[in-house]
């Protein structure tokens, strides 16, 4: 699922916190059934989104608990690497979970450095995560 970029306000924080927890892989019939990630779409579409000429930081945060096809990692890297040149960020939360299989903290981090973002390892604090992949300075 994606969602056009959107300045959060005050006023629109529950309309985002219902986006996010409406982010459940139960409620698609045609959900990823393998262990790779499909991050390469989710990395494009990212991109691809208006984002507004005049915001300070252009930062996207990939979080994911399994890396992405082998097939697809050197295109994920190039398209990091591209938002980076064009100065934005790519970060990485990694949440290990009982599916996780392979490197997929490793390919994160390979992720975070070819994109200029900041990786983390998951935390109990989920939000906590996240604002430590935002706030890299």
Do not use: H
């Amino acid at each position: 699922r994606s969602r056009p970029l959107k300045r959060v306000t005050r006023a629109n924080t529950q309309e985002l916190g219902n986006f996010v927890r409406g982010m459940r892989a139960r409620n698609y019939t045609n959900c990823n059934q393998d262990q790779p990630e499909a991050i390469d779409l989710a990395l494009r579409e990212a991109i691809s989104n208006a984002w507004r000429p005049e915001a300070e930081r252009k930062v996207i945060v990939i979080v994911s608990d399994n890396p992405v096809r082998s097939s697809k990692r050197a295109q994920t890297f190039s398209d990091a690497a591209s938002f980076k040149g064009r100065g934005g960020r790519v970060s990485a939360v990694f949440v290990r979970t009982q599916s996780s299989q392979g490197d997929g903290a490793g390919y994160m981090r390979q992720l975070t450095e070819a994109g200029g973002g900041e990786f983390v390892l998951a935390s109990s604090s989920f939000l906590g995560s996240i604002l430590l992949a935002l706030l890299k300075d």
